[in-house]
């Protein structure tokens, strides 16, 4: 089983649709857990940090679900521009901070 | 403005050569971090340093070499060892290590 697994899509949807991506981690013991986007072939690009709480940034909804090993992405509303790849980061400590990166799933917005 | 920078943002060498990419950094940040992307795959951690002087292989090390002289500074050496050396190469640095990273505009190496 892969560290990180992300379903690399791509995903489909009109413009104002409600988007959401999972993403399991195999390591228990994971810590850290970050989204990031990536714009075709540019360099990613933090989106957001995940807490145990769960944290909302306007139309971005990130919850983290430690039982069940995941974390996923919500995306309302969504426009045009939030056509990319969004990659899941998962660190954890091992004697050093781990840090491993999902494939990421690829979305695009139709108009 | 602070920031990660890399240079060439293209660069391509003949096989067999070695060559070696910039990554210098004004963030402050102790760590820093090479990745290889390649298309259709996710990023693979070549090295990492937490701290100047100090550096640690990543998942993919072989046919690379780092070195970390200084903070600001974490340039990746593609020798002519590594079997297929062409790809998208990020640099990328945070606080510490295993903090939240942030990451130079990257470098395409074609090796013709």
């Known amino acids: 089983r892969k560290e990180v697994e992300q379903d690399p899509g791509p995903f489909n949807v009109p413009e104002g649709a409600t988007v959401a991506f999972n993403c399991t981690y195999s390591n228990s013991a994971s810590q850290s857990f970050f989204w990031y986007r990536q714009d075709c072939r540019k360099e990613p690009k933090l989106l957001m940090s995940v807490y145990s709480s769960g944290n909302e940034d306007g139309r971005f909804t990130a919850q983290l679900n430690r039982a069940s090993q995941y974390i996923s992405l919500l995306i309302r509303d969504s426009k045009l521009s939030d056509s990319a790849t969004y990659l899941c980061v998962v660190t954890y400590s091992g004697g050093y901070q781990k840090v491993t990166f999902g494939i990421g799933t690829k979305l695009q917005v139709i108009p | 403005d602070g920031g990660i920078t890399q240079s060439p943002k293209y660069l391509f060498r003949k096989e067999g050569q070695n060559v070696t990419l910039s990554c210098e950094q004004n963030?402050?940040?102790?760590?820093m971090y090479w990745y290889r992307q390649d298309p259709g795959q996710g990023l693979r951690l070549i090295y990492y340093s937490q701290i100047v002087n100090d550096f640690q292989k990543g998942d993919i090390a072989e046919g690379y070499s780092v070195s970390r002289e200084k903070k600001e500074s974490f340039p990746l050496t593609v020798t002519s060892a590594q079997k297929n050396p062409t790809a998208f190469y990020l640099c990328?640095?945070?606080?510490?290590?295993?903090?939240?990273?942030?990451f130079g505009p990257g470098t395409r190496l074609t090796v013709l």
């Open positions: 963030l402050n940040h102790d760590a």
């Open positions: 990328a640095s945070s606080i510490v290590q295993g903090g939240e990273q942030f």
